[in-house]
């Protein structure tokens, strides 16, 4: 396979992966009654519309970034109470890679693997979709702002703890650039990221097994 048709196949699954990721943002604050990403055309499955240029250079060199964070103003939900509705948005991000990861764990499983063998792209294809929602999804759950980790920690903890939360923010950027450019981020996502992998191929066999 071609260096270019490999990169190729990373920037379809990055579009992809970081596209469902912004778009499930929007769509459960929508549920729960904020139309601001609605209102400024986020709500959208066009990956122009959520692409950061940086975060996507990142993700494909080093299997780690971010795209356009969708606007959210939680003064505008109805169904639940502020912190809730952040952590339910913010959860619904990596939720969405690790569905990814899921249908693709399922499709590799499906196809008979003497035909993957023979079809090279398909099957680099499927393996970049699997692995790259993996990381994607843990990166993101990270507990360090802007990342939705972060945002689930202010829905998660007591009030009390929030001016600790306050004052990793004021950091959080050179935290997380520390984190990647130290290969800390890789020893703490890639045990996950295999972990969840497997889990979803023994699920996987056990599916397969009873048809």
């Known amino acids: 396979m ?8 990373v920037l379809s699954v990055v579009l992809v992966s970081l596209t469902t990721h912004e778009f499930c943002h929007g769509l459960v604050a929508l549920s729960l009654g904020d139309k601001t990403a609605k209102l400024q055309g986020r709500l ?3 990956p122009i519309k959520h692409v950061d240029p940086v975060g996507l250079l990142m993700l494909m060199v ?3 970034g971010w795209a356009k964070p969708v606007p959210v103003d939680p003064r505008n939900f109805r169904k639940t109470d502020l912190a809730t509705g952040m952590l339910l948005t913010a959860l619904a991000g990596p939720m969405a ?4 990861v899921f249908i693709g764990v399922m499709a590799v ?4 693997s003497l035909y993957l063998q023979s079809h090279d792209v398909l099957w680099t294809f499927l393996s970049y979709f699997i692995v790259i929602n ?3 999804a843990f990166f993101n759950l990270l507990p360090v702002p802007p990342l939705d980790g972060s945002k689930i920690l202010f829905g998660i903890l007591p009030k009390r703890f929030y001016s600790i939360l306050y004052v990793m923010e004021r950091y959080s950027a050179i935290l997380l650039l520390l984190l990647i450019v130290s290969g800390g981020v890789r020893y703490i996502i890639q045990p996950l990221s295999q972990g969840i992998i497997s889990a979803f191929f023994d699920l996987a066999g056990i ?3 009873t048809y």
């Open 44 to 46: 959208s499955l066009n």
């Open 207 to 209: 599916i397969f097994k």
């Open 2 to 9: 071609s260096f270019l048709i490999d990169k190729l196949l």
């Open 62 to 64: 080093a299997n780690f």
């Open 134 to 136: 993996a990381n994607l």
């Open 97 to 100: 890679n690790v569905l990814l």
């Open 109 to 112: 499983s499906a196809i008979p």
